[in-house]
């Protein structure tokens, strides 16, 4: 009934690795795989689908060899990524994942997929910063930092309808960065939020990665001493 579709088709621009960054090893473990094995290990998942771009489609089946996964050809933009996946999900209802996010926190997945049989649903946290929008390098107008929040993933959702959202913001010629704000927009539908882990962080920049090397290395106990 729950298909999860794992996002994979980057590049890692930012992190500037020389190869994409889901990829990057942690625990001897790839990015990529923390994610697909909890996925994989959930029993809830009739299907875990992964999409990645033809240059590390090799790779990706290498790291995954015997193990249950669909692989999805990607395309240049995520928007793209999701959309191949999702004409290709079999579950009524779909889990959306971003690779990059290698801390998966059991309590929030369970959330996820229990709000989903009811309404669409999405991971957040709160903003800490202040928030300003700005204009020609000055600040242009004052932001409550209250009325928003920072969208994680997993975005969850009833596979028709998410489909059929990607569908419109094809032919309406609209781009998004996720799938909540796309669906939200394009169907005028409501998506849930729930209250996420800020260890969920999508790894993007060189600190992120060093963020990640200790929240993952203490989550077996082991200390490692922080190094920036
Ligand atoms: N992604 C994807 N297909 C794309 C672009 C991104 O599947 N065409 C995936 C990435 O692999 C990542 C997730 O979407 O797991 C979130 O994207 P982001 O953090 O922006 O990753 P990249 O696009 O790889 O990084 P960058 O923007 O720095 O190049
Ligand atoms: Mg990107």
Not at 124 to 146: E, M, P
Not at 155 to 173: M, P
Not at 192 to 210: A, R, V
Request: aromatic residues 8%; contains cysteine; proline residues 1%.
């Amino acid at each position: 009934m729950l298909s999860a579709i794992i996002l994979a088709a980057g590049k890692g621009s930012r992190l500037n690795l020389g190869y994409n960054k889901i990829f990057y090893e942690i625990k001897n473990k790839a990015i990529i795989e923390y994610s697909v094995d909890y996925f994989l290990n959930d029993d809830a998942f009739s299907e875990v689908i992964v999409v990645v771009n033809e240059k590390d489609r090799q790779r990706i089946k290498e790291i995954f060899k015997g193990k249950d996964i669909k692989i999805v050809l990607g395309g240049i933009t995520r928007q793209e990524s999701v959309h191949n996946a999702l004409k290709k999900t079999k579950g009524k209802y779909v889990l959306i994942h971003d690779g990059a996010r290698p801390y998966i926190d059991k309590k929030d997945i369970e959330n996820v997929k229990t709000t989903v049989i009811q309404n669409a649903c999405v991971l957040a946290t709160s903003i800490k910063d202040s928030l300003a929008q700005v204009k020609f390098k000055k600040i242009h107008k004052y932001i409550n930092r209250n009325d928003f929040v920072a969208l994680q993933t997993p975005q969850a959702f009833e596979t028709s309808k998410i489909l059929k959202a990607y569908d419109l913001a094809d032919v309406n010629n609209n781009i998004y960065s996720d799938d909540a704000s796309l669906y939200m927009q394009e169907m005028q539908d409501d998506v849930i939020m729930l209250e996420g882990n800020e260890l969920n962080l999508k790894l993007t920049t060189e600190l992120d990665l060093k963020i990640l090397e200790e929240i993952l290395w203490l989550e077996s106990g082991y200390q490692k001493m922080f190094i920036l």
